[in-house]
């Protein structure tokens, strides 16, 4: 909220795998509307190919050395390949 306030945001984008995300958003989005006036929180559903991703998953991927490339967008794949840039 802190960094959002700084920037003076209105919205707030957040995407949505499933009902599970949803339930957890809503509560988050609830809470920000009480301590964060004039933040608005937008809910982004995810393409069904994607839907299985996470964040999660795909830093278990890093650890492991293994190819994001499929799971993040070309110009983050690419960064990765630098060494030392993470």
């Known amino acids: 909220m802190k960094f959002c306030a700084e920037i003076h945001a209105h ?4 995407g949505l795998r499933n009902a599970s995300d ?5 509560t ?12 608005e929180t937008v809910f982004l559903i995810s393409a069904p190919e994607y839907s299985h991703i996470s964040s999660t998953i795909v830093r ?6 293994g ?3 499929p799971f ?4 983050i794949a690419d960064e990765l390949l630098i060494p030392n840039q993470i």
């Open 28 to 39: 988050i989005s609830q809470l920000n509307t009480i301590i964060g006036e004039e933040l």
């Open 11 to 14: 919205y707030l984008l957040r």
């Open 67 to 69: 190819n994001v490339a």
């Open 72 to 75: 993040v967008p070309e110009n």
């Open 60 to 65: 278990e991927i890093i650890k492991g050395n």
């Open 22 to 26: 949803f339930d957890y958003e809503k």
